[in-house]
């Protein structure tokens, strides 16, 4: 039903940036939630950051909070994740993903979602 394809990711500098962007389809794309996680070699997939289908509801992450921002594309079928300030630990794939999740289940971190992209390589050097 959606279908989620990631792109942006690549080699940064410690304090650099870098924009992911996550291409999205399908007929119902509208009433998705949209999440950006991340998982570096050996850990667990964490969430970083949310949005709501409307856009007017987000979540942030503790440890990227201030350094990271998730939109919607105007057209509504890209979400994007800005990232700036970027440490080593922010080394890790990163993965779109769509769910059902209402305002307040974004805000408050919920992780209900079903369409997962394939993931774009984010490397940070020191």
């Known amino acids: 039903q959606v279908q989620l394809v990631e792109s942006g990711g690549g080699l940064v500098q410690a304090g650099g940036s870098l924009r992911l962007s996550c291409a999205a389809s399908?007929?119902?794309?509208?009433?998705?939630?949209m999440g950006w996680f991340r998982q570096a070699p050996g850990k667990e997939r964490e969430s970083v950051a949310a949005i709501s289908s409307s856009g007017k509801s987000t979540y942030y992450a503790d440890s990227i909070k201030g350094r990271f921002a998730i939109s919607r594309g105007n057209a509504k079928n890209t979400v994007y994740l800005q990232m700036n300030s970027l440490q080593p630990e922010d080394t890790a794939v990163y993965y779109c993903a769509a769910g059902w999740l209402n305002e307040d289940a974004v805000r408050t971190g919920g992780s209900s979602y079903n369409y997962w992209g394939q993931g774009t390589q984010v490397t940070v050097s020191s």
């Open positions: 399908g007929r119902t794309f509208s009433t998705y939630a």
